[in-house]
């Protein structure tokens, strides 16, 4: 069973400040997803990686996948109330498109 | 275009009776997904399908079945339902053969009493 570890599993913080969360396998993954997930939704898609090292950004989120496609950090600069959520990773092995998720990381951004 | 849709969005359910859950996606998608989330478990895979006519299991089946009559709606059934099956259920689909992103329903909340 391949397994991802997120960290910290509770973050809470003042608007304007930085944060970074992790994920992390033993497991080597040909993809990596991060979504955002608010209270009574479903989860959505905000980025997927693909190769080693790559770095990806999206306004003030900031994704990297690991040289060895085994770990993954999310970095948001200037934290915004609106990105108050549960941030999951999610790593992929192709086939199927099954993947595994983290238990994620529940971020609270105080005004 | 809805998207994924599920239903019901809440039930209530006594110990051994049985209920069918509803998936519904209008994006033309190969592959359809059930999952559960409980509090420190995350999501975790109950059985998935790669097409019309055909289901697979996941990494939590037990207690649960499936079926794809129709390319677009997946059916998640519990058959004699269980204290431990109080869950939040989602629905997810994707094409298939690429990186794509897992498209959710809203979920269904369900308390087995």
């Known amino acids: 069973t391949q397994l991802l570890e997120q960290s910290p599993q509770f973050l809470s913080i003042q608007e304007g400040e930085n944060l970074t969360v992790y994920c992390n396998s033993s497991?080597?993954?040909?993809?990596l997803q991060w979504y955002r997930q608010e209270p009574g939704e479903g989860p959505v898609l905000l980025v997927t990686v693909v190769t080693g090292g790559e770095v990806k950004k999206l306004k003030r989120l900031t994704f990297q996948f690991g040289d060895a496609r085994k770990d993954s950090s999310l970095h948001i600069t200037a934290a915004q109330p609106g990105d108050t959520g549960l941030y999951l990773c999610a790593g992929g092995t192709g086939g199927y498109q099954k993947v595994t998720f983290g238990i994620g990381t529940k971020l609270q951004v105080i005004p | 275009n809805a998207g994924v849709t599920q239903t019901p969005k809440f039930r209530v359910l006594k110990t051994g009776q049985s209920m069918t859950l509803l998936c519904a996606q209008d994006?033309?998608?190969?592959?359809m997904y059930w999952y559960r989330q409980d509090p420190g478990m995350g999501l975790r895979l109950i059985h998935y399908s790669v097409g019309e006519g055909t289901t697979a299991k996941g990494e939590v089946p037990d207690g649960y079945n499936v079926s794809r009559l129709k390319k677009q709606n997946f059916l998640l059934g519990l058959e004699s339902a269980a204290p431990s099956q109080t869950s939040v259920y989602f629905c997810?689909?994707?094409?298939?053969?690429?990186?794509?992103?897992?498209?959710f329903g809203p979920g269904t909340r369900l308390l087995v009493l």
């Open positions: 994006m033309n998608h190969e592959y």
């Open positions: 497991s080597v993954f040909s993809s």
């Open positions: 997810a689909s994707t094409t298939g053969g690429g990186q794509g992103p897992q498209y």
